[in-house]
């Protein structure tokens, strides 16, 4: 695992520095009182460098776990060995589920407006990807739809996707 975490970590890097060289090559970063359109990305692609960095290290310093701990010793709470994980055509479940409700959600958007497939994608989330009784979703969907069409739409004034029944 720690190999692992380490690949990652430096991917993770090697992914903030292409968005801070870009955003600083060909977006203009403009200054602290008036910042350009290359500002934001460059702050988060420094702020992804220094997690990574930080990550790494942290990954490098950690001794890896003793081969098969008996169950409750020496195991991270949360770590579930690799052959309980339930698959599909080999990937993790909740990975191919989550997946296939992202991408329902990004071709939904335009198709049928922001809350309705919102509504949706949190709805399929919610009961297919985390499980949750039908209750705790339906509230969480609501919720959260509202909050964010409130957020999105009246506090930061931007315009999203209505559908041709829904004024």
């Given at each position: 695992m720690a190999k692992a975490?380490?690949?990652?970590?430096?991917l993770l890097v090697a992914g903030g520095?292409?968005?801070?060289?870009?955003?600083?090559?060909y977006l203009k970063?403009?200054?602290m009182i008036s910042p350009g359109a290359g500002f934001l990305p460059f702050l988060c692609g420094i702020t992804i460098i220094i997690l990574g960095a930080l990550w790494l290290l942290t990954a490098w310093h950690v001794?890896?776990?003793?081969?098969?701990?008996?169950?409750?010793?020496g195991c991270e709470t949360g770590a579930i060995p690799d052959e309980d994980v339930p698959r599909i055509w080999g990937l993790p479940r909740?990975?191919?589920l989550g997946l296939v409700v992202l991408i329902a959600y990004g071709w939904l958007f335009e198709r049928i407006g922001y809350f309705l497939?919102?509504?949706?994608f949190m709805f399929g989330w919610q009961m297919f990807v985390e499980k949750e009784s039908l209750l705790k979703t339906v509230i969480i969907t609501a919720l959260s739809?509202?909050?964010l069409y409130?957020?999105?739409q009246y506090l930061l004034g931007f315009q999203l996707p209505s559908c041709a029944w829904l004024p």
């Open positions: 975490e380490r690949t990652s970590a430096v520095v292409f968005v801070a060289a870009y955003s600083f090559h970063l403009g200054m001794k890896p776990p003793a081969a098969n701990p008996k169950a409750g010793e909740k990975m191919l497939s919102t509504c949706l739809a509202t909050i409130v957020l999105f």
